[in-house]
């Protein structure tokens, strides 16, 4: 009995989880009449005009394009920068135990909030020439990641025996090499779900897309869809369009990796 009251708040929680995207999708296969007018539940004509909408006479592949190309390079730099980083506060010790202060200091980059710093950020992004780019946006994206990639990633390390990189070491490995070939592949579950986190994280942000693009040439997908709200009315069937396809990225990569992220979620969980 109490098994079967588990299973059923598991379905309810499911039920309540997918139930907005179940609508979105819906939503997105909806005529126009049916959407604004007839208020159905379930689409009595499937159509594919949104979809088809969003390539034909909109932008919506560039900014699909800018979206998966920014947040690939941006969560590739933070990753290379990161773990090394988050290696060096777990392995070694700094002068009066800094190396206890030094994570939470680049966390305070993430407590921030963001819209404290755009105006400072867009005025040396302005004097760097680097507005309305995908460059701008993978510096702004890289420097925020790499604090977010240092704080999961240096409790991952330190669940790791020094003894195996001491043992590599002792063979003729150099730090660098057993750091390599000994910590990074034991490793890998955490970097798995540092880098979903930091995808999500990611591909998601609006403001700084926002206020650092003007253009389709650089717009991020959120900030595509932002424009399918017009001054009088919004395009329901196309933003649910483009809500479905901008979320495909995530899901088949989150599909790919999702064995070594509940390793990753699970890592330390039992001693």
Known sequence: MR????LL?????IGIALLPMLWM???????????TQDGTLLPHSFTFANYASLFNGRAFGSYLTNSVVITTASVGIALALGTMAAYALAR???????????????????VIPPIVIIIPVFLVFERLDLLNSRLGLIVVYSAFNVSVVVWMMESFFREIPVDL???AMVD???RFTAFRRIVLPLAAPGLVATAIFAIILTYNEFLFALVLTS???????????ATLIGRINVDWGAMSAAGVIGALPIVLFAILVQKHLVRGLTVGAVK
């Open 9 to 13: 708040a598991v379905l309810v929680a």
């Open 165 to 167: 990189e001491e043992a």
């Open 3 to 6: 098994r079967g009251g588990y």
């Open 172 to 174: 003729g490995d150099t």
């Open 92 to 110: 070694f010790r700094l002068w009066g135990g800094l190396e206890r202060y030094l994570g939470f200091g680049l966390l305070v980059t993430r």
């Open 215 to 225: 253009t389709p040439a650089a717009e991020t997908m959120p900030v595509g869809a």
């Open 25 to 35: 999708l819906s939503t997105s296969v909806k005529t126009n009449r049916e959407i």
